[in-house]
């Protein structure tokens, strides 16, 4: 079954660390990938997103993932957190062939220490 | 706001309850999703509108959950005699075209309990 899998559950950094959240999907075809964010108390929201071209992609407030299609991979990375950045972020794929429907990976929380 | 509106906000119902959702996409957005998060989980994809059709329903979608769009724009979803595992965010969606080079809106959802 076309699945997707988000490595860490909880991940807690402080202030001005590194994040990189791993994100796989398992589908044979050609796929368009996505980073959505759900702050707390708030609806989810697009972050960044993959069709196609340079596999290396720039979203919102800083964040970047980079597609990497021998890995089935689409990690998403930002070089410096804030306690903002406080929320879950959810890794989603749709298969081309699949008529637009999102398949999610089951989310990881962040939680940025001030 | 402009953006996907859906009510109510939360509804809690006793089990064995008709309850009905309701969705309001983005004006003119021709696709509209639903999906179903429960807690610690990534939202699970239920069914699917181009304009006033209903073109995929997932496995997920029993019998007892209907979904419609009768003019192409709202939509409703309706759950009869919930179960307490109904008890979820029911998310809605909705994109401005066909095909997948797109990216969907979702709405703050309805939060279902049913006890």
């Known amino acids: 079954a076309q699945s997707v899998s988000q490595h860490n559950h909880h991940v807690i950094l402080s202030e001005a660390a590194s994040l990189e959240l791993g994100c796989n999907y398992s589908?044979?075809?050609?796929?368009?990938l996505f980073w959505y964010v759900q702050y707390p108390g708030q609806h989810l929201q697009l972050l960044l997103k993959?069709?196609?071209?340079?596999?290396l992609v720039k979203g919102i407030k800083g964040f970047e993932a980079e597609f990497i299609k021998s890995k089935f991979s689409f990690n998403l990375r930002k070089p410096s957190v804030q306690w903002s950045d406080t929320a879950e972020y959810f890794c989603?794929?749709?298969?081309?062939?699949?008529?637009?429907?999102?398949?999610f990976g089951q989310g990881t929380e962040l939680s940025v220490k001030p | 706001d402009t953006g996907v509106s859906q009510d109510p906000r939360h509804k809690i119902t006793k089990r064995g309850q008709n309850v009905t959702f309701r969705c309001d996409p983005i004006?003119?957005?021709?696709?509209l999703y639903w999906y179903r998060q429960t807690l610690g989980q990534g939202p699970e994809f239920l069914t699917y509108f181009q304009n006033e059709a209903q073109l995929e329903k997932s496995r997920l979608l029993s019998d007892r959950f209907s979904a419609e769009r009768p003019k192409g724009s709202f939509s409703t979803l309706e759950i009869q005699r919930t179960e307490q595992g109904d008890s979820a965010m029911y998310l809605c969606?909705?994109?401005?075209?066909?095909?997948?080079?797109?990216?969907?809106?979702f709405g703050q959802g309805t939060r279902l309990t049913v006890v």
């Open positions: 004006s003119e957005h021709n696709r």
């Open positions: 589908y044979g075809g050609t796929v368009n």
């Open positions: 993959y069709f196609s071209g340079d596999p």
């Open positions: 989603a794929v749709i298969p081309r062939r699949e008529g637009g429907k999102l398949i």
């Open positions: 969606a909705s994109s401005p075209r066909q095909g997948t080079n797109t990216e969907a809106f």
